[in-house]
Structure formats: C-alpha cells, structure tokens
C-alpha cells in the first residue's frame, strides 16, 4: 500500500527544507572574498571568465560531500575484504551517503557557522542552534519526531554524535571537503 499521506507531506516538507540549503552560501568562501552569486530563481546565470569566483553553496557541499562517501566506502570496505587485513569494515553506504547529505540540513536554518567563528558563538551554542532547528525540521515534540522523518533525525543525531565508523568517516569527507 502506498505511504500514508502525511508521511508523504513530511517527505515532501523535508526536499524543500534540503533546498533552502541551495540559497545558502558557505561562510568560509565569503568571508574569503569569494562572492555570493545573485541567482533567478535556482537557475545560475552562464558562467563568464570574470564571475569564477563566486563561492559554493551548502547544498554543493552536501552533495560533494555525500559523493566522496560512495567513492571511498569501496575503497574501504575492498581493503576490509583483503585476507591479510583483520579490521573488518562494515558500512550501510545508503545511510552514510544520507548522513553526508543531511548533515548541514539544519544551516537552512541557523545559516552557516564555520569553526572559526567562536568570537561570535561558541562550540555548544552552534550545537545547540542546530539542534533546536533540526528538532524543527523533523518536527520534533513531546520527544517523538514527525512520521516519515525519523530517520533524517536518527542519522542526523548519528552523525552529531561522531561516534559510528559511518559518522566518522561523513566527518572526515566533511573536513575534507
């Protein structure tokens, strides 16, 4: 049977939510003179020789972020498959390559606070911003989270929690990216 309809209104609610972060532009390239780009609805205006510098958006960094995750977990988990090695990697790639899209889901909200911006707000003021604005994408109350996004929030606190082998790999596509 199909989904009920207020799992697909909540579906529907989280795709605009992850499109804000398409407006939102990365801190850390405008506070280096990169410019933010004026653009027509979500249609970028043609690239010219002289508009090379406009900086990336949330959303680019997501998805840059989500496709380093399915080049590397082969990378991994080949390498765990090899007889000579005994770690044994093991992980869910459609949840981790979720994790590194949704990651920053909440800066469409709280905008984007880059690491060394502590002279405006500290470590776990960010936190906490962030988690307030997930809590209010996923339509967390009364400790129970919308129908049909519980598991953008359970992958969302996954990685917030930095302590799965998924998270830290997300983590480390996020610093690398």
């Not at 972060?21 to 690239?47: A, C, E, F, I, M």
């Not at 936190?127 to 996004?149: L, S, Y």
């Amino acid at each position: 049977p199909p989904p009920p309809p207020q799992v697909i209104a909540s579906h529907i609610d989280l795709l605009l939510s992850y499109g804000t972060l398409k407006r939102q532009p990365r801190t850390g390239w405008t506070n280096h003179g990169l410019n933010w780009h004026s653009k027509v609805g979500d249609v970028y205006p043609p690239l010219q020789p002289d508009t090379w510098n406009v900086c990336e958006t949330v959303a680019e960094h997501s998805g840059r972020v989500g496709a380093m995750i399915t080049l590397a977990i082969p990378l991994l988990t080949n390498y765990a498959n090899d007889p000579n090695n005994n770690n044994g990697v093991n992980i869910d790639i459609g949840r981790c390559v979720t994790m590194g899209l949704v990651h920053d889901l909440a800066e469409g909200v709280t905008g984007d606070i880059t690491p060394y911006e502590t002279s405006k707000i500290t470590k776990s003021e960010k936190r906490d911003r962030e988690r307030k604005a997930m809590e209010g994408i996923c339509g967390f109350k009364d400790g129970v989270v919308e129908d049909g996004k519980e598991f953008w929030w359970d992958v969302w606190l996954e990685y917030e929690s930095g302590t799965t082998l998924s998270s830290i790999l997300c983590k480390d596509c996020d610093v690398l990216d």
